[in-house]
């Protein structure tokens, strides 16, 4: 078997046995990416000389026994929101094409802590903004199923990377399904995590109130390892969860049924519009889950109708604020010419991209005198609503199962021209974000040559019960080791 075949898992084994290297393990996928990446395009940064420092290191752990965790010289790359020191951190937008970083997100200083190996950064939606990685300030990066289709967004590139083969896994940042989404459209699993379960500090901002960074990689167990990693409580993040992180993986090992487990199937979720191979895929999965012993039943979220015009005011509003920093004056790209208002003016004009001032303005809108009760204040309320919705259905239940997206990946170009069809392809994963509470998208199935996901969704820090789902779920079906063309 191929190193890039090889699961976290499995190549821990290699490693701490000293079958191989990571300077090897690590050549080996710079060399695959170097081969592979121009047609994906998957990376926007490829941090070779940082990656073969951090093999080296993790090298001289792994001789000397000491230190050592699952993921002492595994390689793996970062969306390009989560700030890495010395490495580009562009937020695949031209006003930060050439930021460096003088710190490392929490998340990448606990992976260094682990002796994780960086590769690169992932391309995205600029500033995730956007469901196709098609609003990249850079180029588009293509779904390794079909070149043809989009990978998803905003995390596009880090998904396309794990599904390529260009890392065993990947960290990518879930705001309205950034995870997800991508994670469904490639073909792996991808973890949206609890608001607050892993620290923010580090990454750089769209929406404050629903940022998570969350783990992508070819399994539920491959998740549980990356999780355990770079969870936790962390003082410089005022909204970091202050609980204890479980030994997910452990867990997962001593998994045999679904026993006791109340699964809800919201019937708002299965509605017109919904692709028939798609709900037939879910649906099958349902049936599977239940024959590990889970009780499923129906349940409704009534809110669910709001969600994608509550979400999206929020967010233009909130990215209207964080993007204000982007003004030519303290970093980042600068049009230094004529006054102050030119410089502002002719900075923003030059470094944000068509989606971005889209967002901007209308956030700028939405939060102006005379609006801002009619909008951001009244979508804040039915925010409230949309939560207590999903506390309902967890008295009865402990987790949700749904699609992730009505439809598998689309066409490049099919909806970029047309900005509500394209928002309407959140239907089904925008809530979780609302409510901040944990989603697992698990492949379950293909059609016409494209991965088809299954959203599983829990209450806050239900990460453990989440990943038993798809985890045994896993053990039942191939769907997760299948492989696209370019493998």
Not at 276 to 301: F, M, N, P, W, Y
Not at 435 to 443: C, D, E, H, K
Request: aromatic content about 8%.
């Amino acid at each position: 078997m191929k190193l890039h075949e090889l699961t976290i898992r499995e190549t821990h084994e290699l490693l701490s046995s000293r079958k191989i290297s990571s300077e090897e393990l690590t050549r080996d996928y710079l060399e695959r990416i170097q081969r592979l990446d121009p047609q994906v395009k998957s990376y926007v940064t490829v941090s070779e000389d940082v990656a073969l420092e951090q093999a080296q290191k993790a090298d001289e752990c792994l001789k000397s026994g000491e230190g050592l965790t699952p993921l002492t010289g595994i390689p793996y790359s970062a969306k390009d929101s989560i700030s890495t020191r010395g490495v580009n951190t562009t937020c695949s937008s031209k006003i930060l094409e050439n930021y460096k970083p003088f710190y490392d997100a929490t998340a990448i200083k606990k992976l260094n802590s682990a002796n994780s190996v960086l590769l690169g950064k992932n391309n995205m939606d600029e500033f995730g903004m956007g469901s196709s990685t098609e609003n990249s300030g850079f180029f588009t990066t293509r779904n390794p199923w079909n070149f043809d289709h989009v990978p998803g967004g905003s995390s596009g590139g880090s998904a396309a990377t794990v599904a390529a083969g260009l890392a065993p896994f990947a960290l990518g940042e879930d705001t309205g399904g950034s995870v997800r989404m991508p994670a469904s459209f490639c073909g792996v699993t991808g973890l949206k995590t609890t608001y607050g379960r892993v620290s923010r500090y580090g990454l750089i901002p769209l929406v404050s109130s629903f940022d998570t960074i969350g783990p992508m990689a070819r399994s539920a167990y491959d998740v549980a390892l990356v999780l355990e990693a770079i969870a936790g409580h962390d003082p410089k993040d005022s909204t970091s969860r202050v609980e204890s992180v479980q030994s997910y993986s452990e867990s997962l090992k001593k998994t045999e049924n679904l026993r006791g487990l109340r699964i809800g199937i919201p019937k708002e979720y299965f509605v017109e519009g919904l692709d028939k191979e798609v709900e037939a895929s879910v649906r099958t999965a349902i049936k599977q889950i239940e024959g590990l012993g889970a009780d499923v039943v129906e349940v409704s979220l009534p809110h669910t109708q709001y969600a994608i015009p509550v979400y999206y005011l929020i967010l233009f509003a909130e990215a209207s604020s964080n993007l204000a920093k982007y003004d030519g004056v303290r970093f980042g790209l600068s049009e230094r010419t004529g006054d102050l208002m030119d410089v502002y003016l002719k900075t923003r004009e030059a470094g944000f991209g068509a989606e971005a001032k889209r967002r901007i303005m209308l956030g700028t809108f939405a939060l102006s005198a005379g609006y801002y009760d009619a909008y951001y204040l009244k979508a804040q309320k039915v925010r409230a609503l949309i939560r207590q919705d999903f506390q309902k259905a967890f008295e009865t239940c402990d987790a949700l199962i749904t699609p992730v997206a009505p439809t598998t990946a689309f066409r490049i170009g099919e909806k970029i021209s047309n900005p509500l069809d394209m928002y309407l392809s959140d239907v089904f994963v925008v809530a979780v974000n609302l409510a901040g509470i944990p989603a697992l998208s698990v492949p379950c199935g293909i059609s016409n040559g494209l991965p088809i996901g299954m959203q599983i969704i829990g209450p806050h820090l239900s990460e453990e019960t989440l990943l038993r789902i798809g985890y045994l779920y896993q053990s039942q079906t191939d769907w997760h080791t299948k492989h696209p063309p370019c493998w």
